[in-house]
């Protein structure tokens, strides 16, 4: 599978985040400022440009606001009126999600500092129009590249920062600042500090790092297939980009066997449960389901005692464990659980409506090393039983000559 790591060995801002994510593809230039141009924001052109930091070419994005002065109206928004302004732009739904949970993650942090609630920060720096510019662009970027390079996952090192204080809104606040540390107090992603006077994450690069890469950590082993940088505005002691690497990941131990099938890691959830209804535990699993469980299944044990009792197992993608562990302890009688995180491999699938005897009917396809097999959806395939009033059998065995 391909990942995207950001390598953030000198911080990372909002502009850095989209000027590196750029340079990886640099031909999106025309679709980013197309899509930003649908915001309900007027008065910024777009400037990018080349230059050099150490020895290392990298890509500068800087978002003119001439037109703009600090006692504008943009100054201060609360975080409704920024969502109304990513809502009613014509970017994708994905890229609006992640715009606005990005924003979610500033406003909570802000209103942790402050002692008040997320929906009255008053946003000043952030909200500020730069900073919605690059949080929505960052997104839009981010959205593409992952379509356009399959992007199964994303990953970041220990985000770098400076020491010493700098001036903002609120006065003279220290580095790193207040907010930077409570959004990656709520992630997964490290904070280290240099030895050097400067501020080198931003409350916004932090955000936007913070929502896109759910863990974070070393490079992970992949095969880099392209690397992309960004320029930060400073001249540092050491090259003030971003990296952003682009990558395969190579199973380990399976060889081939990513010929055959998408391998990917999954988390394994189970608990032994001797205590609890069945009919609480029917409910449990389609709320497991809703919450974005990849499967869920009961079977029967016996534990200590002789009890008869029921294993509940659910695999899940690595960033959902979480919700579904608080959902199953809020459910269910049981007090422990065992996780564990695996690898499976599966088939490459996908859906089509083909015509059969008795009307069309929604299948499954799947590829077995280049032979293709079907196998109907089925709700699909009860609708169309009851709708022609024949069996079941009747509409699975309709395939087998098509």
């Not at 065992?338 to 690898?343: A, K, L, Q, S, W």
């Amino acid at each position: 599978m391909n990942v995207l790591y950001f390598d953030c060995f000198s911080g990372i801002s909002g502009d850095m985040a989209v000027a590196a994510l750029l340079d990886l593809e640099p031909a999106n230039l025309a679709h980013l400022d197309s899509q930003l141009k649908t915001l309900e924001i007027a008065g910024w052109a777009l400037e990018a440009k080349r230059c050099e930091k150490m020895g290392i070419l990298a890509n500068h994005i800087k978002f003119d606001l001439a037109e703009h002065t600090h006692d504008h109206d943009h100054a201060h928004r609360n975080f409704a009126d920024i969502v109304h302004i990513i809502d009613e732009s014509q970017i994708s739904d994905r890229a609006k999600e992640l715009s606005k949970a990005i924003f979610g993650r500033i406003a909570a942090a802000e209103a942790k500092i402050h002692g008040t609630s997320p929906e009255l920060v008053s946003f000043h720096e952030v909200g500020a129009l730069d900073s919605i510019l690059d949080i929505v662009g960052a997104s839009i970027l981010a959205d593409l590249l992952c379509a356009q390079y399959d992007i199964e996952a994303i990953f970041c090192s220990p985000v770098s920062d400076g020491r010493g204080f700098v001036r903002c809104q609120h006065g003279t606040i220290p580095v790193p600042a207040p907010a930077t540390v409570e959004i990656f107090a709520s992630s997964k992603i490290s904070l280290r500090q240099l030895d050097l006077p400067h501020e080198l994450a931003t409350p916004t690069g932090a955000a936007i790092v913070a929502e896109l890469a759910k863990n974070g950590g070393p490079l992970p082993d992949i095969k880099p297939i392209k690397t992309g940088y960004g320029a930060g505005t400073k001249d540092l002691e050491i090259p003030n980009v971003l990296r952003v690497v682009l990558g395969e990941a190579e199973p380990k131990n399976f060889g081939e066997l990513g010929k055959i099938g998408k391998i990917e890691d999954i988390t394994v959830i189970e608990t032994n449960i001797d205590d609890c209804s069945p009919e609480i535990l029917g409910y449990t699993m389609e709320r497991l389901f809703l919450q974005g469980a990849k499967d869920v299944f009961f079977a029967p044990v016996y534990m200590k005692k002789n009890r008869p009792a029921t294993l509940l197992t659910v695999l899940c993608g690595n960033g959902e464990a979480r919700r579904l562990v608080e959902t199953i302890f809020s459910e269910t009688t049981t007090i422990g659980l065992r996780m564990r995180e695996e690898r499976r491999i599966c088939l490459v699938r996908d859906s089509e409506t083909i015509k059969t005897e008795y009307g069309d009917l929604k299948v499954k396809t799947i590829d077995f090393c280049g032979e293709k097999r079907m196998a109907p959806e089925y709700e699909e395939a009860k609708k169309l039983a009851q709708k022609a009033n024949v069996s079941l059998h009747k509409i699975y065995e309709s395939i087998k000559n098509i």
